[in-house]
């Protein structure tokens, strides 16, 4: 076994564990919505803030999000979301496992698989930005520390993908 198709399953193994850990998040938001949805309004609606920081909500309350409508919008914008990253995940996936056996092109099967790794590292980065917009690091800490983590777990499989 050369060293070049040693890398390219460490880069198959590295994209499946990404689809794998989403694929479960997504499982639960399709069919256990309440797990996520009612801590998503928690933030939206800066809850734990205005109970906890009540100096700090008066000043930022104007960002809150209350309509429920909205809320599930978000809610599902965000599912839909992480649908896209699973499907690119699971092909990049497929295509690198493929490419290990010289059946898919090597560089398509990479940049599949980059393309996965972006929309995974996207999507945590993603709740980091907004999470800061409505003061989540005040009594979401766990959330937070959760999406930085996920973050870096995408941003060191892109990094593997793009020099390995």
Do not use: D
């Not at 690198?96 to 980065?125: D, P, Q, R, S």
């Amino acid at each position: 076994m050369t060293q070049e198709i040693m890398l390219l399953i460490t880069q198959t193994a590295s994209v499946f564990m990404l689809a794998s850990w989403l694929s479960i998040g997504l499982f639960e938001n399709i069919f256990f919505p309440e797990f996520n949805r009612r801590f998503t309004n928690e933030v939206l609606e800066l809850t734990r803030i205005s109970k906890e920081y009540p100096e700090v909500y008066a000043l930022v309350k104007y960002r809150c999000i209350t309509n429920q409508a909205v809320q599930n919008a978000i809610f599902w914008a965000i599912v839909f979301w992480q649908f896209v990253a699973v499907a690119v995940l699971w092909a990049g996936t497929i295509s690198l496992l493929l490419a290990v056996f010289n059946l898919f092109e090597i560089e398509k099967a990479l940049a599949i698989g980059l393309l996965g790794t972006l929309l995974f590292t996207m999507t945590w980065a993603g709740f980091l930005i907004v999470g800061n917009w409505f003061c989540y690091w005040f009594c979401h800490g766990e959330g937070q520390n959760t999406h930085f983590q996920m973050t870096l777990w995408g941003t060191a499989t892109s990094i593997l993908m793009a020099v390995g």
